[in-house]
């Protein structure tokens, strides 16, 4: 067992738990932490190093969650044997200027923020619409001029800006404001992707199974020669992945929809090996990434080296609200030249006003620091829906993919169709949709009276203290 003797700085404005994860992560990775090394106990590290027992909880959760470490019970806490592909240790370049500029203003940032349908139900209390119209108000009162031309095809300027300043402090992504595309929508910005990708000589994609139904249905549209890949516990199967042949994978590495997964760090440098090998395209879809509930937000796939075969895709849709529509494109510096000739003829779909009122929330801090008060807020929002299944319909409920996002996976074992099941939540008001849209294995008996079927169930959009009794009268329905 090797001692850990971390250097920590209790004046620095990073917390004590993220400087031992850095510690431990950059010994694992450079090799000093060798695989299979069993670590200190929780006390005797705490002890040894005079910090909290809490301190070192944390950051050992945060390792595990991200694949660095296994936690086996009665034993401990054990190395994990990391996948390092072309590139290991000191392959990642020191940031630019520029870049730590970036993360200077992102700091400055959390340090000056103080602050459906109808029948459905959703939640006021997730968007704090007042700060909104204030940075609206301020476009129209002082940018009034600029509205009357047309908007940028790539994107105001301001706006992709604040996305590159704020992806590169909460995601670890590396970029300038010309790789940044915006459009309506992931569907938009993945139909413009698929065009560069045709541009690049690439027709064949792979994708999740289960997966995002409607990126499947652009790539089918446009002709793409399609290869559905099983999802593991930590991720898509890469050894199933096409070789030696120039293709695309699309992946969401930090919440995989619907089943919620993480992929491993071993298994991201895999496939940022199998992408530099075959000269191929990973499109990295980081999907409600912001919004984790267990331990700190997982860095972005395209964060991890710096090399050019990766695809960023975001949206604003789950922090801010649904019907604003932006999402966004980040592009390898090698494919922008490509952007002119894409967007000719196409014009912003975005509406101008609304671009600039984000570019104005993001400077500000409000949405920074609105996704901090919507984490907590999930959070309660989540522990309240899982003591509640578990009081109420634990003999036939099991829920799954509970770690982050905006929904939640259950299987439900009933005689009931998942058309009933959806039927019974609408009725309530409670957005749920089953999930074999998304999921073509079986699971179980047709037949059978009884049968497990997957369902997914929003409940961020019911207000939190209407939660307990709406999930409570929902299992009822259930079970009847």
């Not at 459905?120 to 940018?143: P, S």
């Not at 008060?373 to 929002?381: D, E, G, T």
Request: a negative charge; charged letters at 20%.
């Amino acid at each position: 067992m090797k001692r850990i003797t971390p250097a920590l700085d209790s004046s620095s404005g990073r917390p004590l738990y993220l400087q031992l994860y850095d510690y431990i992560k950059n010994g694992i990775l450079s090799g000093e932490l060798p695989p299979r090394e069993k670590l200190p106990s929780l006390r005797s590290l705490a002890k040894s190093t005079d910090m909290s027992l809490t301190t070192v909880q944390l950051a050992y959760s945060q390792l595990v969650m991200e694949g660095y470490l296994t936690s086996k019970p009665n034993s401990g806490y054990y190395i994990n044997e990391i996948f390092y592909g072309l590139e290991r240790s000191g392959s990642e370049t020191s940031p630019s200027d520029d870049e730590m500029a970036i993360t200077q203003y992102s700091q400055q940032q959390e340090e000056d923020s103080d602050s459906p349908d109808k029948h459905f139900l959703y939640d006021m209390a997730c968007f704090d619409f007042t700060k909104w119209k204030k940075c609206m108000n301020k476009v129209f009162n002082e940018q009034a001029q600029e509205l009357l031309f047309v908007s940028d095809p790539q994107g105001e300027l301001p706006l992709r800006k604040e996305i590159a300043k704020y992806l590169y402090g909460a995601r670890g992504v590396s970029c300038r404001p010309e790789q940044i595309l915006i459009g309506a929508g992931t569907q938009q910005i993945t139909s413009y992707l698929a065009s560069i990708l045709q541009m690049n000589g690439i027709r064949n994609v792979s994708l999740e199974e289960p997966g995002y139904l409607p990126v499947k249905s652009i790539f089918r549209d446009r002709e793409f020669l399609m290869t559905p890949v099983p999802m593991g516990p930590d991720g898509i199967q890469i050894d199933m992945l096409p070789s030696n042949i120039r293709s695309a994978v699309y992946v969401s590495p930090s919440n995989q929809f619907p089943t919620g997964s993480v992929m491993s760090i071993s298994k991201r440098y895999e496939l940022l090996d199998w992408a530099a090998k075959n000269n191929s395209i990973i499109i990295e879809d980081d999907y409600d990434s912001e919004l984790r509930y267990s331990g700190n937000t997982v860095p972005a796939l395209q964060g991890l080296r710096r090399q050019e075969n990766v695809v960023y895709l975001g949206s604003f849709s789950s922090t801010l609200f649904a019907s604003i529509k932006i999402s966004y494109m980040v592009l390898p510096a090698s494919l922008t030249g490509m952007l002119e000739d894409i967007m000719e003829g196409y014009t912003q779909t975005c509406s101008k006003a609304e671009q600039l009122t984000l570019a104005s929330f993001m400077a500000k801090g409000y949405y920074q620091t609105g996704i901090k008060r919507l984490r907590n807020l999930y959070a309660q929002k989540l522990q309240t829906a899982i003591s509640t299944i578990k009081k109420y319909g634990d003999d036939f409920i099991t829920p799954a993919g509970t770690a982050s996002g905006t929904n939640m996976l259950l299987e439900i074992k009933t005689a009931k169709t998942s058309e009933e099941l959806c039927g019974d939540a609408a009725s309530l008001g409670v957005t749920a949709t089953g999930a074999g849209r998304f999921w073509e294995e079986s699971q179980g008996d047709a037949s059978a009276p009884s049968r497990i079927h997957s369902i997914i169930l929003y409940y961020v959009r019911i207000p939190l203290d209407d939660i307990q009794d709406t999930i409570r009268k929902l299992i009822k329905k259930w079970r009847s």
